[in-house]
């Protein structure tokens, strides 16, 4: 599974987008939206313990904007009522609430405080042992005891005062925290997530960046056509093979057709391996969680269905670390002949975030702020320029787009008429000249 090697920060009125390219195809597409669900992957908070539920070895919590899932793991439950700190994994996704864990993190520029893991670490992309045991002189005996920390290949370069006062800055936050908690000062956030551009440079670094605004590097390189080829129900390989994606709030159910493949079921199970990692490459792309099912084709013996489930497995290496710690799983076949995969969640996927629910449609939000990055992009040169669109369209501009609509017009130098029709689909928009 091939990393982005370019990233394309796309910039409009209302959302910016990211794109992950790798050789010119996309990898990766993450959208921060004006009036999106918020973003909290990644926050720390003094939540209070709202109900134990032992039978799921888990604990809801309240971080003070809402109620979040918490993973105990082996650590004993606390009591209901407690406050203590914890670090938000997930961001909610539908009807499912962010999950949470009692590990904290506390990220700084060069180093990363481990309050519940007493270990002291060091990147292993830093290889010189020179600088290894100079970075460990110079900050272990810093550490408080009980507290570890994570040391980042940045800080080989670092001067040893800036190694010190990032630290020093942590333990400070650290303490801050444990004073709240005695004082019983929560629920509250205490560090806020890190923005969608911190996690992706954190994730990918040294990735070469390209800038762009109102769509025009996405136009430029046709990645519009690859984002609705990631929003496509039903998706033809270059083999011939065909998949269908269906979303469901249990599960993802992925079924494979060879209709239009070429050979006999003895060539299957090769057809099957080797498109492994277009499949993973989708599940990543299209942000596809939980459980998923690939319904194959009946395979019959079980030593190609061994080397298909293995070769799934290897196309999940290297899953993008902004994504999940762990890369996702194949758990093997059902009685019935499906491969099931587990993948963690962290969020909503792309087609939940750019899609209507049940009808999957595009959103009036999505329609509109394309509408804005075509009016930047086409109406050079146009003194009044006019849009017509749908009732719909209209509304949204008016009210959760207002923000995104004012900076578009300040753009076109103050002035742009929007007027609606009835007649007009909710994906029809008509930009030109004002008429008279």
């Not at 079921?265 to 990692?277: E, S, V």
């Not at 075509?374 to 959760?400: F, H, K, N, Y």
């Not at 923000?403 to 017009?409: F, M, N, R, V, W």
């Amino acid at each position: 599974m091939r990393d982005p090697d370019r990233l394309i920060i796309d910039r409009s009125p209302g959302e910016t987008r990211i794109a992950g390219l790798a050789g010119g195809t996309l990898t990766d597409l993450w959208i921060d939206r004006m009036g999106g669900a918020a973003r909290r992957a990644g926050e720390i908070d003094i939540a209070r313990v709202t109900a134990i539920r032992p039978e799921l070895n888990a604990a809801f919590v309240d971080l003070g904007h809402g109620e979040a899932f918490l993973k105990l793991g082996k650590k004993t439950p606390p009591p209901e009522g407690a406050l203590i700190a914890v670090t938000v994994t997930t961001d909610a996704a539908g009807r499912k609430q962010p999950q949470a864990t009692r590990q904290v993190a506390l990220a700084g520029r060069f180093v990363s405080l481990r309050p519940d893991e007493p270990e002291f670490a060091i990147s292993g992309a830093l290889k010189a042992k020179g600088k290894r045991e100079r970075l460990k002189t110079l900050l272990q005996p810093l550490l408080p005891s009980g507290i570890g920390l994570l040391v980042s290949a940045q800080a080989a370069d670092a001067e040893d005062i800036q190694l010190i006062t990032d630290l020093t800055a942590l333990l400070t936050e650290w303490k801050t925290v444990n004073e709240a908690l005695a004082a019983g000062d929560g629920p509250k956030t205490v560090r806020a997530a890190p923005d969608l551009e911190a996690r992706i440079g954190a994730a990918f670094p040294g990735v070469e960046r390209a800038e762009s605004s109102a769509g025009a590097l996405f136009a430029e390189e046709d990645l519009d056509s690859q984002i609705d080829r990631a929003l496509a129900r039903r998706l033809q390989l270059a083999n011939g093979i065909a998949l269908t994606f269906d979303e469901t709030e249990a599960l993802v159910a992925i079924d494979v057709d060879i209709a239009g493949a070429s050979g006999g079921p003895k060539a299957w199970p090769q057809l099957f391996q080797d498109m492994t990692r277009d499949l993973a490459a989708e599940i990543r792309l299209r942000r596809l969680s939980g459980l998923v099912l690939v319904d194959f084709p009946k395979v019959p013996e079980k030593a190609d269905r061994d080397r298909i489930a293995e070769a799934m497995q290897t196309a999940f290496e290297n899953w993008p670390s902004i994504a999940q710690e762990q890369s996702p799983q194949v758990l093997g076949w059902t009685r019935c002949g499906v491969l099931e995969i587990t993948v963690t969640r962290t969020g909503r996927s792309l087609r939940d975030e750019l899609m209507r629910p049940v009808e999957q449609h595009p959103r009036a939000a999505t329609i509109s702020l394309e509408a804005l990055r075509r009016l930047l992009r086409e109406t050079q040169g146009i003194a009044q320029p006019e849009m017509i669109c749908s009732q719909d369209v209209a509304d949204w501009l008016d009210g959760p787009g207002r923000k995104a609509l004012g900076e578009t017009k300040d753009k076109l130098g103050g002035f742009l008429k929007i007027t609606t029709d009835p007649a007009y689909r909710l994906d029809q928009i008509e930009i030109g000249p004002a008429r008279r």
